[in-house]
């Protein structure tokens, strides 16, 4: 089994900064390309930004360049700085990995629970 826990949500004013943060545990062999997504109410779900297992990122172009995804291996984590974040930033956000339990098994897709991210004055 594995479980992945989002933390670091919370409330804070418009263009204020957060960190999120996302540790994967249990039967991890490998972990591969690491994500994150947020579903604002009344909304889709959308992904905000991905990294591979080496570093390289990709994002939204919604963000603007606001946002930073980053993963310590070592630490079975990923990260997403937020900068000057908006009101429509507000949403749950979740984390979201591939993940190989064993040399030569199967990779299999795992999701947090969400922290919930709220930017209002």
């Known amino acids: 089994q594995v479980q992945m826990v989002e933390s670091g949500g919370g409330l804070v004013q418009p263009g204020g900064s957060l960190r999120l943060s996302c540790t994967a545990s249990?039967?991890?062999?490998?972990?591969?390309?690491m994500r994150w997504y947020r579903q604002a109410p009344g909304k889709q779900r959308e992904a905000v930004a991905a990294?591979?297992?080496?570093?390289?990122?990709t994002y939204a172009d919604s963000l603007e360049g606001r946002f930073t995804i980053s993963r310590d291996n070592a630490k079975n984590t990923v990260y997403l700085q937020m900068n000057s974040l908006k009101p429509e930033d507000t949403a749950v956000y979740y984390c979201?990995?591939?993940?190989?339990?064993?040399?030569?098994?199967?990779?299999?897709?795992?999701w947090g629970q969400g922290t919930q991210v709220t930017v209002s004055s």
């Open positions: 990294i591979a297992r080496f570093g390289h990122a």
């Open positions: 249990g039967r991890i062999w490998d972990i591969n390309t």
């Open positions: 979201n990995a591939d993940i190989e339990s064993k040399v030569g098994g199967p990779a299999n897709e795992y």
